[in-house]
């Protein structure tokens, strides 16, 4: 009878740790993009790895944090309602597609701008951030 009660003191035991750090990891914050610094790279520099290499740029770039500077081509929302600014260099066929984490954001056509967000992959129309908030 005492090896049962070891073993369900150690179950429990168990159970109330695995509570504790599931409790602690729930409630842990969020990370800000601002909080982060962000990988300085352009706008020709991002689009050129994706294109030559993906799977290198894959392991360089994805879930990164990044810090891109570029002229704004266009603007759009999203099905969810939320801001798209496209980016592009001095090519204007590269472009990166930042998702803009706060709706309310403005900017115009031709505005040169930094925008800090992390990366998630590649697409067709070009690389693509997401959570992206303006640089100062």
């Known amino acids: ?3 049962g009660r070891i073993i369900l003191l150690i179950i429990l035991a168990g159970a109330l ?5 599931g409790m ?9 993009i601002e909080d982060v610094k962000g990988m300085e790279v352009s706008v020709a520099e991002l689009t050129t790895a994706f294109s030559e290499n993906e799977t290198a740029a894959n392991e360089k770039y994805l879930n ?3 810090t891109v500077k570029g002229t704004v ?15 592009a ?5 590269a472009t990166v597609q930042c998702t803009m984490r706060d709706k309310d954001v403005k900017v ?3 505005d040169v701008v930094t925008v800090k967000g992390k990366c998630t992959g590649s697409s067709l129309f070009g690389v693509l951030l997401s959570g992206c ?3 100062d």
């Not at 602690?24 to 800000?32: D, I, R, T």
């Not at 260099?89 to 066929?93: L, R, W």
């Open 133 to 135: 908030v303006l640089a």
């Open 108 to 110: 115009n056509t031709g």
């Open 64 to 66: 990164q944090v990044l």
């Open 73 to 87: 081509t266009e603007t759009e929302q999203n099905q969810d309602g939320g801001l798209v600014i496209i980016l």
């Open 24 to 32: 602690y990891m729930w409630n842990k914050p969020h990370e800000q």
């Open 17 to 21: 740790i695995g509570a504790g750090v």
């Open 1 to 3: 009878m005492k090896k």
């Open 89 to 93: 260099g001095d090519d204007p066929m």
